[in-house]
């Protein structure tokens, strides 16, 4: 969740056909997918529990979030209360979204985490078109049933391997959905605003949030090793976003959404490498066919030609 994730999160950001993109954009998208993909790895390694994990990952990086936010213009940096009071409550929601994420990503194969925890760009479309006054494009009901579909086969193969597989599935997809919920709130306040200076005041509800998770779920938040943690926090929180901060606005949503297939992918080979989790065919087809329905509801963000 995402992975794939903050106030602004760079899935959020609105995406442009700049014509000055150069290599370097498309690296740094390409970087940042692959950055993200190994945040379910390094939540695995960690010795703390999951949701601890997701508050080291957010505390660790909150100080170098509130100096690039520094930078930012001061117009930028500029929020109302109620502004303000609606970011800190999208970060409790972010918060919700990773915790949940987290909590599946030990319970369900790596690659499933990864696409599920990335649901919310889908589960934003189809909100859009519940409250939307017009009828659904091809593209949109084509993307709804493919990730139906999808889903149902990752989900019946998590379940022959065990019911913790099936309920890391649906806390991973419950994550999307907070996540979902997040983005939402942000949409009307963003316009604006600094990306960094949303991202370090929603991580400043998000981080004790996920503690006071953490702490009711009885797990382990101090840790011996903290090599996984700030490994976590370098590239899912700050390379990982920071990338996508950097490079999003220059592509076009369908480019986007091709680039974040990658993400499964990756993080597939990484389970298969890290962790022996092999992948049915039943699987290969789910996963394809979810990660081309993220792709489709990326596309389906340009505007309607009329």
């Known amino acids: 969740m995402s992975t794939t994730a903050e106030a602004l999160a760079p899935e959020a950001q609105p995406a442009r056909s700049g014509p000055d993109w150069a290599p370097r954009h498309l690296l740094a998208l390409l970087a940042a997918n692959v950055a993200l993909a190994l945040g379910a790895w390094l939540v695995r390694l960690a010795d703390t529990g999951p949701v ?32 303000v009071a609606l970011v800190l409550g999208a970060g409790v929601f972010f918060a919700l979204d990773l915790a949940a994420w987290h909590f599946g990503i030990v319970r369900t194969k790596v690659g499933n985490a990864s696409l599920f925890g990335n ?51 649906l806390f991973c997809l419950l994550g999307g959905a907070f996540y979902a919920v997040y983005i939402i709130m942000l949409n009307g306040v963003r316009q604006g605003r600094g990306s960094y200076s949303l991202l370090a005041v929603s991580t400043t509800a998000s981080a004790p949030t996920m503690l006071v998770v953490a702490v009711l779920l009885g797990e382990v938040v101090m840790p011996h090793d ?39 992918a990756l993080a597939a080979t990484v389970g298969w490498l890290a962790f022996g989790e092999t992948l049915s065919a039943i699987d290969v087809v789910g996963m394809v066919l979810l990660a081309v329905a993220l792709t489709m509801a990326r596309a389906s963000d340009r505007p309607a030609k009329g």
């Open 226 to 264: 903290w090599t996984p943690l700030v490994a976590l926090a370098l590239s899912s929180q700050l390379i990982g976003q920071g990338f996508l901060i950097y490079s999003l606005r220059h592509f076009t949503p369908l480019i986007i959404g091709l680039a974040l297939m990658a993400q499964p």
């Open 119 to 169: 649901s919310g760009s889908l589960i934003v479309m189809v909100w859009g078109l519940a409250t939307a006054h017009r009828a659904p494009r091809a593209l949109e009901i084509g993307a709804v049933l493919f990730a139906l579909v999808g889903a149902g086969l990752l989900m019946g193969g998590s379940l022959e391997i065990s019911r913790t597989n099936l309920v890391g599935d």
């Open 52 to 83: 601890a994990a997701g508050f080291w990952r957010l505390t660790l990086a909150l100080p170098v979030l509130v100096l690039l936010a520094a930078r930012e213009p001061a117009e930028q940096r500029r929020m109302p209360r109620g502004v």
